[in-house]
């Protein structure tokens, strides 16, 4: 049973759209972290949070934005989308009194830029 | 820098036949490990974990690994695959921060 949510499971936009990825998680996990994923290939940490109002850049650049105003949510927003988006993006989450970084994710957004 | 190998992009199995997918990590002291499965389209599952102790480690759907500290090495074995377990399987280590270091993945098909 997942206890962590990603919306929408699929997005198919327009070039130039704003679009917001939401992920959201019940468990009380302090880290959050966005993962980019092409298909059939590794995964890309984008963006993380370790606490609210803790953002930082991933290994991978990315044009996206995150915020964490709640501990529970941690949304994804490009401003301008573009078909380079195009990916599948993953939303998981680690609590760090574990001190393994056991992840927890989410099912992922797949979007589609035109 | 902390690592995570997969030699193995891609493997093809027979069902009912055993498997062996490979993972070498690369840290200064013992790492946390992990194997992670993603079925197309769907997030990661976490299918067995290693933080100390037997060396030898239980996972679900009858997936085991086996730490190997001379060899820097965690690879995971199933005695008997299920058509089902075709899918991506993620081998990752964490060396503290909690910040998990992911490996390019081995895909497995299985063959009727």
């Known amino acids: 049973e997942a206890d962590i949510y990603q919306t929408p499971r699929y997005l198919v936009i327009g070039t130039g759209k704003k679009i917001t990825l939401e992920c959201s998680q019940t468990?009380?996990?302090?880290?959050m972290y966005w993962y980019q994923q092409d298909p059939g290939m590794e995964l890309h940490l984008i963006h993380y949070?370790?606490?609210?109002?803790?953002?930082e850049k991933g290994d991978l650049s990315s044009e996206s934005t995150v915020s964490r105003i709640r501990t529970e949510h941690f949304p994804l927003t490009l401003e301008s989308a573009r078909p380079s988006h195009t990916s599948q993006y993953l939303c998981?989450?680690?609590?760090?009194?574990?001190?393994?970084?056991?992840?927890?994710f989410g099912e992922g957004s797949r979007l589609t830029v035109l | 820098a902390q690592s995570v190998t997969q030699p193995d992009i891609h493997i093809t199995v027979s069902e009912g036949a055993s498997l062996e997918l490979r993972c070498n990590y690369s840290?200064?002291?013992?790492?946390?490990l992990f194997w992670y499965v993603q079925s197309p389209g769907q997030g990661l599952q976490l299918l067995l974990k290693?933080?100390?102790?037997?060396?030898l480690v239980q996972g679900i759907k009858g997936f085991e690994a086996e730490f190997k500290r001379s060899q820097s090495s965690f690879n995971l074995r199933k005695p008997s695959v299920h058509w089902s377990d075709a899918a991506e399987y993620f081998c990752?280590?964490?060396?503290?921060?909690?910040?998990?270091?992911f490996g390019a993945g081995t895909r497995l098909a299985v063959h009727p």
């Open positions: 998981a989450s680690s609590d760090s009194r574990g001190g393994t970084g056991e992840l927890f």
């Open positions: 468990m009380g996990h302090d880290k």
């Open positions: 949070s370790y606490g609210v109002n803790s953002t």
């Open positions: 840290y200064g002291a013992t790492p946390y």
């Open positions: 290693y933080f100390s102790g037997d060396t």
């Open positions: 990752a280590s964490s060396g503290g921060y909690n910040k998990l270091i």
